[in-house]
């Protein structure tokens, strides 16, 4: 897409979006930077693959063997008894300390005592393989050239004893792992059983010792305990003397005669209270006319039951025969008659029970008191006592504690003497360690495989630092991005070849001349085919404006935009315009003395009008391209000047009336300030930037501080780009992308 001219508030808008930072990133943009890099992550990887292979043809090969020791909780709850110091249930603090037991320096020299590992090359000397023959040179070279002393080779051989050795607990289980890793597998497992047979000693050894040191400290203890138990007995006896206390079945004689008199009263008042509740129950009875079947039943007295029964047949039969014949018949007045006489003798039986009841309540009462009495009498008495009492009670309690007291230490000693003739532990070992068949470190699969990990890390790691500190153009994209312009196309970098033909008559080398003519030697290449769509990008954009004055310039010296000027003037003439090339580098004419090196007019001259245009100007007789060089006997002070003058614009405006196009080679922006000053007569300006070279910063540099240049930019030219890289940032603009397709037209490298 064409860029056309854009308002100066766009173009800043441009700038300041560049300045601001880079734009969204996302999967895409970090797999382009990988498929760009790929060659550097490629590099890194293999040589990290290569270390890790080097690494496992020189490592000497380690062995690891493992035995496994488990703390048996059934042992320790079989002999718990005689524990001395009250041995608990494990729990998860227990064996991770008997872990850091396990790893303890105690137990670890033990093993290099019991084994002389001091006298080992491989605890004392250098390390195994050719990492660690260099290691041990280069120590050896530091190092003093006096023997080692015993407690050197000592530290030195529990440092690499501890760092070979492993100890973990599995899972939540009373197992320990222990493992030890050698370059000699017999040597390994035979370490690694050392290890669970030291802390077999360890523990049976400081369980002996703390049983023996308890057993000499319970014998002072036990003299001490016996002394006082004895006195405190003697003063408890002593003191039921003084206050002629008697104990009987180990309670005092007031105690149990409080104890039977209160018993005594329990039960008078239970009795008071079952006497005045049927004395109550009969008082109930006797409110009622006819006592009811149920109370007659209760008081279970046979005379009343009778009555009861006589009265209820005599009650049917008198409503039966009202029923029949009236109530003043005189069967049914004989009736009612008896069944008063009956309820008259119930009420009288009921009377004489209550007289009964009421007797048996007043001698319960009366029995009730007399407890009570001799229960106050008796607690009279056991007052008198009880200050006494208390102080009996004191003195046993003292007594009981130190017999206590001397019995437990009594027990502890005994159980203390049983151990120190029958030690006991708690570990056994469940799996001794064996011999390994194959070597645990280094992992073949592991080394390699982390090696090439580790290698794609840093060349990745490596890439996105050269991608992210690539401040240089590479793709269209970024020209757009930066710029705000279109790349309008991408000249590919050629090597300088011999042309059989002969520039305009000059004198010089064919190599050195060849790229200044290669669209006419090698119309059908690509750098052909980019200079044509520099042309057609110019002739759409004189539809919207006027191109006759085209300007090459660039940000900085060699980056082919004389070239480029050149081979566009050629292209522009060899298809039959009427063109001509003028050298406006008046500081460093190189066009001028590459393509006409014997000159000895050209525009200085013209514009001072010292020589008419036709004398100064060379015609190409294959293109017909007019050339107008600069010929600089001494270096000009003020050629922005020049370039600003009226004459230099009347001689732009006379050549647009004899030439269809003027292609201006300008100096570059960055050196001198010469290209400022043309904006008045130029009509576009194309900007030649080096692949993969020129500093995006110094572009925007200079265009930002030429807005009339940037308004009149015709677009960019990518030049000298790398074909074979191109195609990693820009798929299109690859090598396999013109060869497949742009071969079928005939285009050629």
Not at 532 to 539: E, F, M, P, Y
Request: with cysteine; charged share 25%; glycine share 4%.
């Amino acid at each position: 897409m064409l860029q056309f001219n854009r308002p100066t508030n766009e173009i800043g808008r441009d700038f300041s979006e560049g300045e601001q930072g880079a734009s969204h990133q996302d999967i895409r943009f970090y797999a382009d930077i990988i498929r760009r890099q790929f060659p550097t992550v490629l590099a890194i990887a293999s040589a990290t693959l290569l270390v890790a292979i080097v690494y496992l043809f020189t490592a000497a090969p380690l062995f690891t063997s493992t035995a496994s020791m488990v703390i048996d909780t059934r042992k320790l709850q079989l002999f718990q008894q005689q524990s001395l110091l009250g041995d608990v249930a494990l729990d998860t603090s227990t064996v991770e300390t008997q872990v850091e037991i396990l790893k303890s320096e105690n137990v670890s020299l033990a093993v290099i005592r019991d084994l002389h590992l001091i006298d080992d090359e491989e605890f004392t000397g250098s390390g195994g393989g050719l990492v660690g023959a260099a290691i041990g040179s280069v120590s050896r070279l530091f190092s003093s050239p006096s023997a080692l002393s015993e407690y050197q080779l000592t530290r030195r051989a529990l440092g690499r004893f501890e760092s070979s050795r492993t100890i973990k607990r599995l899972g939540q289980t009373y197992v320990m792992e222990i493992g030890f890793t050698s370059r000699d597998p017999v040597k390994a497992g035979r370490i690694a059983n050392a290890i669970a047979d030291s802390y077999i000693v360890d523990q049976l050894e400081a369980k002996y010792q703390s049983t023996r040191r308890a057993s000499v400290w319970l014998q002072d203890r036990i003299k001490e305990l016996r002394i006082q138990a004895s006195a405190a007995q003697r003063a408890v006896v002593d003191f039921k003397t003084d206050n002629k206390i008697v104990d009987t079945g180990g309670r005092l004689m007031n105690e149990q005669q409080l104890a039977e008199v209160n018993s005594q009263l329990v039960l008078a008042h239970a009795s008071t209270a079952e006497a005045k509740a049927r004395l109550d129950r009969l008082n109930d009875i006797l409110r009622q006319d006819v006592p009811d079947a149920n109370i007659a039943d209760a008081l279970k007295n046979d005379t009343i039951v009778k009555l009861r029964a006589q009265y209820v047949d005599m009650a049917s039969k008198e409503s039966i025969w009202s029923a029949k014949y009236g109530p003043d018949h005189l069967a049914a007045v004989n009736l009612r008659r008896q069944m008063a006489e009956i309820k008259k003798n119930i009420t009288d039986e009921l009377k004489r029970i209550q007289e009964s009841y009421k007797s048996e309540y007043d001698i319960a009462l009366t029995r009730e008191e007399s407890i009570k009495t001799s229960l106050n009498n008796a607690v009279s008495e056991s007052q008198l006592t009880n200050q006494a009492q208390v102080q009996l009670r004191e003195l046993e309690s003292n007594a009981q504690s130190y017999q206590a007291m001397y019995d437990n230490f009594l027990q502890k000693y005994m159980e203390s003497v049983q151990q120190q003739s029958f030690p006991i532990t708690e570990a056994r070992v469940i799996t001794p360690a064996s011999t390994s068949l194959a070597k645990t470190y280094p992992k073949t699969f592991v080394v390699l495989a982390g090696g090439l990990l580790s290698g794609l890390l840093l060349g990745i790691g490596v890439a996105l630092a050269r991608e992210l500190t690539d401040n240089v153009f590479r793709t269209t994209s970024r020209i757009q991005e930066k710029l705000g312009a279109s790349c309008v196309a991408i000249v590919p970098a050629i090597a300088s070849e011999g042309s059989s033909r002969k520039f305009l008559g000059a004198n010089k080398s064919p190599d050195d001349r060849s790229l200044l003519r290669y669209v006419v030697d090698q119309p059908l290449s690509r750098f052909s085919e980019a200079i044509r769509s520099l042309k057609v990008s110019l002739d759409i954009n004189s539809i919207v404006r006027e191109n006759r004055v085209i300007a090459v310039t660039s940000a900085l010296p060699n980056e082919g935009k004389s070239t480029i000027s050149v081979n566009l003037a050629q292209l522009m003439a060899h298809g039959g315009a009427r063109v001509i090339l003028i050298d406006t580098d008046l500081r460093n004419p190189s066009l001028s003395r590459a393509l006409l090196p014997t000159a000895k007019i050209g525009l200085l001259e013209v514009i001072a009008q010292k020589a008419p245009l036709e004398d100064a100007c060379t015609l190409d007789p294959e293109t017909s391209l007019s050339v107008l060089p600069v010929v600089v006997t001494s270096k000009l002070l003020h050629t922005n000047e020049i370039l600003a003058s009226k004459a230099m614009r009347e001689l732009i405006a006379t050549l647009k009336t004899k030439f269809d196009y003027v292609v201006l080679d300008l100096p570059p922006m960055a050196p001198v300030v010469d290209v400022r000053v043309t904006p008045s007569f130029v009509d576009s300006y194309v900007f030649v930037i080096e692949w993969g070279k020129t500093k995006a910063d110094v572009v925007m540099h200079n265009l930002r501080a030429s807005p009339a240049i940037h308004e009149k930019l015709l677009g960019v030219v990518l030049n000298k780009a790398d074909t074979k890289l191109i195609s990693r940032y820009e798929s299109y603009q690859g090598r396999y992308y013109y060869q497949k397709y742009y071969s079928r037209y005939g285009y050629v490298e």
